[in-house]
């Protein structure tokens, strides 16, 4: 059945980055790894690189390349190559294995195995010692972590509450299903076996269909699925955070696309250059960007944020002149990089949890988001080839000539050298750790969240039920003065994580608004700013039964303008300084979310793998990653 025309384009797309927030596709390259060593990753022949067709820059004709598929959503492709560019022929003599690297030598001797580093024990880290452990059950792998636990930013903890129990998220709370990178995810508790401790939040209740934005003085619930479509209407027409979106999206159409030399902007210039006003970014945008980024509109990149949108403009110079090719003419622009991952992943989910996942809104797990970390924690440590450095903070990262590896210099140890290293730590802490060998590493700045966790015992404390609500950039300073980014009903958003049967909420303070600060508020202060916020938004005076304060230090780094030519030249300076044996990895780089992290892993190991990636940034700056696709 033909897909129905959506409400309006705008609506549609920032629905869309509400509801399911997308970063820019993992950044991958065809590039050969060194077969000459006894050392090295694989045995085999590097691959060829794939001939991609070259795409025009961007303008009202750049030219996508032209490829037939069944569904944009990554059905069967009519071609016999995928879109890596290679024939199935060749790809399959193209894998080299990590598998068997180190078997044997050139001379058919037994090798040593490969030795890889894994800088950093979070969430990515992790998952790097996961696929390399998968792909490669012979090699030897190190994890070094600076604290005294794994799991990074992913943090679950239980409270006692009466004699019942609470669980406190500090960082991430819930997983989507449904993108490219979530099929990853749950390729991933496929592999750990945690199908059983799932916590599935569906497409059909409350949570997933009534999100707030708090402007300017009272709750607004956004468009979305299950909704009365009058009720939807009269909502965009009359509650002022929706001024100038109808005519806005009625007239984008008609309005120049962008400057042909315009390689990134902000995306703030980009909704006000396409809405012809800076009421849609400042009212709702910003407030989308406060919940997944706690950045700045008018200083993060679109082209890195909502590569769809730019590409969009860039095929048919306007979004509702692409959405309606899309309607009309059965085209439309896709990532070659995710439709392949599709293809790939999907026969591989069991039918249970597939079928299980097909009405999801978001999951987590009966013990929190924190038994993902936990489960590959448990996994690695069972595995008699890794080796976990807990404790034990890097104070150098160096290529070593004599070995043609990485040479790995700890506090208080003698330096290591391994094969291979691959570095999951904030990219700016790497730029340190390699003596400014990686400048353009060093200017991804990131922001400070503090995150307030309060549970009532009330279990009707809350006026609205709901996912909760985000706060834009827009609203008088008097509605916000403690800077708060936006509330999560917690006991909405999961439910079956509890005995105690009150309410619990999350509120999210600082972020970009705590850039210039040298100070941040303690513990005490944070309880009282967030019992402030709710107080002032939402009425609620009675005094939280249990509360837990995370000052998560620059925990999110912010891809601002020209992040994507950052992250070019990065790998060029990669290549030039370590000569194809340290790769990178993790939120720095190709996606903030736990989704993205977990694919970047995958796709560094696997590219390994294929003699396809030696940095895990050859995919930045490439102008052919989108694709225009027929679907039939």
């Known amino acids: 059945m033909p897909p129905q025309l959506p409400e309006h384009v705008v609506v549609t797309l920032l629905r869309q980055f509400y509801i399911t927030p997308r970063c820019q596709a993992s950044r991958l390259r065809r590039q050969s790894l060194s077969n000459s060593s006894t050392r090295a990753l694989s045995t085999k022949r590097p691959c060829p690189r794939p001939r991609h067709r070259q795409a025009a820059r961007v303008g009202t004709h750049a030219g996508y390349s032209h490829i037939h598929t069944r569904a944009a959503d990554g059905g069967q492709l009519s071609s016999e190559t995928n879109f890596s560019g290679l024939s199935p022929a060749v790809a399959e003599d193209c894998q080299s294995t990590v598998a068997f690297a180190a078997q044997h030598d050139a001379r058919g001797r037994k090798a040593e195995p490969a030795r890889i580093a894994v800088l950093g024990g979070g969430i990515t880290g992790l998952a790097s010692a996961h696929y390399f452990v998968r792909e490669n059950p012979n090699a030897k792998i190190t994890v070094y972590e600076s604290s005294s636990r794994l799991g990074g930013w992913l943090k679950s903890d239980y409270m006692d509450v009466d004699g019942e129990t609470v669980l406190f998220e500090s960082g991430p709370r819930t997983l989507r299903p449904g993108t490219p990178s979530g099929l990853v995810t749950l390729e991933l508790v496929q592999e750990l076996g945690l199908q059983n401790e799932l916590l599935i939040t569906s497409v059909a209740s409350e949570a997933h269909q009534n999100r707030f934005l708090y402007y300017p003085d009272r709750l607004v619930k956004m468009p979305g699925p299950g909704q009365d479509p009058f009720d939807m209407a009269w909502r965009v027409l009359t509650e002022p955070v929706f001024k100038g979106l109808v005519w806005g999206s009625f007239t984008e159409r008609y309005r120049p696309t962008r400057p042909r030399e315009l390689d990134d902007e902000s995306v703030g210039s ?222 909405h958003a999961v439910q079956g994580q509890d005995t105690a049967s009150g309410t619990k909420v999350t509120v999210m303070l600082g972020g970009h608004w705590w850039d210039a600060f040298d100070t941040y508020p303690d513990e005490e202060e944070g309880i009282h700013m967030a019992r402030s916020v709710l107080h002032r938004h939402l009425k609620i005076t009675d005094k939280p039964a249990a509360t837990r304060v995370s000052l998560q230090r620059n925990c999110i780094p912010q891809y601002t303008v020209g992040h994507e030519s950052r992250m070019q030249t990065a790998h060029a300076d990669l290549m030039r300084e370590f000569k194809g044996k340290l790769a990178v990895a993790g939120n720095s780089y190709t996606g903030v979310g736990l989704n993205d992290c977990v694919r970047a892993a995958r796709d560094v190991v696997m590219g390994m793998k294929k003699g396809s990636v030696s940095t895990g940034l050859e995919d930045a700056g490439r102008n052919d990653i989108y694709v225009q696709v027929s679907v039939k």
Request: net charge neutral; with cysteine; proline share 5%.
């Open 270 to 491: 980009f909704i006000a250059r396409r809405m012809a006003s800076d009421n849609v970014g400042n009212n709702i945008v910003s407030a989308v960007l406060h919940g997944i980024y706690a950045g700045d509109i008018n200083q993060l990149s679109v082209k890195s944020l909502m590569p769809q949108i730019w590409h969009y403009e860039a095929w048919k110079g306007s979004l509702m002149k692409a959405i309606l090719t899309k309607m009309s003419e059965r085209l439309d622009v896709v990532s070659r990089k995710d439709t392949d991952l599709r293809m790939e992943l999907r026969p591989k989910i069991d039918k249970t949890l597939s079928d299980a996942m097909m009405f999801a809104s978001v999951y987590s797990f009966k013990e929190g988001i924190g038994a993902l970390s936990g489960a590959m924690e448990k996994a690695l440590r069972n595995n008699p080839n890794v080796e976990f450095k807990m404790e034990t903070g890097v104070t150098a990262v160096e290529y070593d000539g004599e070995s043609d590896g990485i040479k790995i210099s700890a506090k208080d140890e003698a330096p290591a050298k391994y094969t291979k290293a691959i570095s999951t730590i904030p990219s700016r802490v790497l730029s340190t750790l390699t003596f400014n060998a990686l400048p353009s590493l060093a200017l991804t700045h990131s922001v400070t969240v503090m995150v307030v966790n309060l549970y009532f015992k009330d279990p009707y404390v809350l006026p609205e039920r709901g996912f909760g609500y985000l706060i834009p950039r827009s609203i008088p300073f008097t509605q916000n003065p403690e800077c708060a980014l936006g509330v999560v009903f917690d006991s």
